[in-house]
T-cell receptor, first 113, second 109 residues
Framework: DAGVTQSPTHLIKTRGQQVTLRCSPI?????VSWYQQVLGQGPQFIFQ???????GRGNFPDRFSARQFPNYSSELNVNALLLGDSALYLC????????????FGPGTRLTVT | GQSLEQPSEVTAVEGAIVQINCTYQ??????LSWYQQHDGGAPTFLSY????GLEETGRFSSFLSRSDSYGYLLLQELQMKDSASYFC??????????FGAGTRLFVKA
């Protein structure tokens, strides 16, 4: 079975632009969570989606939004990009609502200039 | 608020045993997870403890004491490939995972 996939791998954007990151979970997994990881730190929770509904949100501004589609894939959108949004964005999938065991994708490296 | 504390670095020799501790302060605690991350890679799930006690998976074991808000990851028979960052993470409210800052493990020959 294929693991969690994310696209694109790398992305360079300019301040003020908007970006959309994509994630496909492992087949059969209904939960997708998004994380931001800055170099040298642990992943920071952004959102969790389960069965196409937002179940949890971290301490991120409203510029960050996400959605989950009927096939359980997900998109993370970030508007009005700031330099501080430069990070690795990780997607993780899980079988159920409770994120006991999460499988991470390779991430999207976003650079904002 | 929520917080997790784990050592920033640990060094051990090949073949040895190492323990990485994690203490947490959070409300709505559901369980404690451990993840491994090699440089340039994604986090990989190692273990999850919802109840007090020890969980063993091969060379890795994880322990949880809910009353002490404390857990640890035990790595036995260390190998060079175990050099990586290890994160403890708490499951809060059943839907949110809060990660610690990570412990860099250096395994020496």
């Amino acid at each position: 079975d294929a693991g969690v996939t994310q696209s694109p791998t790398h992305l360079i954007k300019t301040r003020g632009q908007q970006v959309t990151l994509r994630c496909s979970p492992i087949s059969g997994h209904k939960s997708v969570s998004w994380y931001q990881q800055v170099l040298g730190q642990g992943p920071q929770f952004i959102f969790q989606y389960y069965e196409k509904e937002e179940r949890g949100r971290g301490n991120f501004p409203d510029r960050f939004s996400a959605r989950q589609f009927p096939n359980y894939s997900s998109e993370l959108n970030v508007n009005a990009l700031l330099l501080g949004d430069s990070a690795l964005y990780l997607c993780a999938s899980g079988r159920g609502l409770e994120p006991r065991e999460q499988y991470f994708g390779p991430g999207t490296r976003l650079t904002v200039t | 608020g929520q917080s997790l504390e784990q050592p920033s670095e640990v060094t051990a020799v090949e073949g040895a045993i190492v323990q990485i501790n994690c203490t947490y302060q959070t409300s709505g605690f559901y369980g404690l997870s451990w993840y491994q991350q090699h440089d340039g890679g994604a986090p990989t799930f190692l273990s999850y403890n919802a109840l007090d006690g020890l969980e063993e998976t091969g060379r890795f074991s994880s322990f949880l004491s809910r009353s002490d808000s404390y857990g640890y990851l035990l790595l036995q028979e260390l190998q060079m490939k175990d050099s990586a960052s290890y994160f403890c993470a708490v499951n809060v409210g059943g839907f949110k995972t809060i990660f610690g800052a990570g412990t860099r493990l250096f395994v020496k020959a």
